[in-house]
């Protein structure tokens, strides 16, 4: 069973951040909770404490907390009122929707002198006759029941009839233990009977396996798994059927095994799950006959460059910008690289020979991108970089004759003999400009007067 845990507690107490001695309120509510226990060593100065829709069967090692003020145990398994005594502060207890039935454990709440509300409702005592005046008439600290306030006037009703009431009560207290008695019985026998049934098919499905049908199955292995998997899935769904339209008293135990059984079924997909994980078959990344194939179970974009000037291949590969660099596993070869991402594989055969050896992986800072540069093993264009070189050490003696080509004006000399070109530099006449235009936006011109 499921009870209240430390490490439960602290992830509750973030608001407090984390700290649980000073907690004063906390919700636990709907965290299947089968046991109430170790809040009043933990938390001793809680006020408000929710423990609504668990399956929580007694109230229970809360009697230490002095300061709780209001109390929220609805929607549980709880059949009677006890040990809320040393609750001094209480001022609210909301018990709704549970299975309360023996009434008369409300006098406990007698010592509570500062309960002011009570919320019943939903509860199977509600139904007996004479529950609300038995209640006001015995819980008179209180103001308000069921969300209705309790009249003056009420009140005093109740006392006047509360000898008849309490034994009207009593007797039909005793014809619904008689009644839960009996629910309790037939629980044990369903639940045993449901036991057997789950050892019966265990010990059939053993059976099934004879040598015979042990050599059939390596014959036929992939046809029967198949089919098992089929008569499997049609067999849990006549189970889940059946288990869910079984008319059935809505009873602790009914509501404890309808829980058991959501687990069970989850538990079992988890299980089916995992083992598929497992069982999946490797992805091929190299065939037997030793051919590299490309791969891409990470879907990411890439790039391939070649980058004939420094003589290298490029691969520039999408990964995600806030993958942390840990998951990122790059393994080149001389034909092919590989990268895992997050362990799966990316493989890309590449169109030349690379040095492995030589072969750098970078990220981008900005895009986060994978850079894996490999430098090519033959030396294609060596001779370009030889001459690259050479020029390199003449370059001095280049910008000098630059430097006095620039200072003098050249002009493109043509044979008019040859060739008979327009003189273009006598095209347009030189005129002094006067006045024509926006003379800011023109250059201005000297003239020189010739004499």
Known sequence: FLSVTEDLVRRRAEHNDCEIFSLEEISLHQQEIEKLEYLDKWCRDLKILYLQNNLIPKIENVGKLKKLEYLNVALNNIERIENLEGCEELKKLDLTANFIGELSSIETLKYNIHLNELFLVGNPCTEFEGYRQYVV????????????????????????????????????????????????????????????????????KLGFESPDSLQNKEIHQAEEDREQETCRTAEVDDEDRRFWEEPTPYTPETRLETHRYIEEKRRTKDKTRESKKREKPPRTLVTAEGKVLNVNVPKLHFSLKDDEENNQIILDLAVYRHLDTSLLDVDVQPTYIRVLVKGKPFQLVLPEEVKPDSSSAKRSQTTGHLVVSMPKAKEIILAKQKVSTSVKHSDCNTLQKNARRSAQVEKL???????????????????????????????????ETKK
Do not use: H, M, W
């Open 137 to 204: 008439a015995t819980l008179r600290q209180l103001k308000c029941l069921d969300s209705k306030e309790i009249e003056r006037s009420e009140r005093i009703q109740a006392l006047q009839n509360y000898p008849e009431v309490k034994q009207k009560i009593r007797e039909q207290e005793r014809a619904y233990l008689l009644k839960r008695a009996r629910e309790k019985e037939e629980a044990q026998r369903r639940l045993q009977e449901r036991k057997d049934k789950k050892e019966n098919q265990i010990k059939s």
């Open 413 to 447: 000399e043509v044979d008019p003999s040859k060739y008979s070109f327009p003189d273009v530099t006598k095209i347009i006449q030189d005129r002094e400009r006067i006045g024509q235009g926006p003379i800011r936006l023109q250059p201005e011109k000297i003239t």
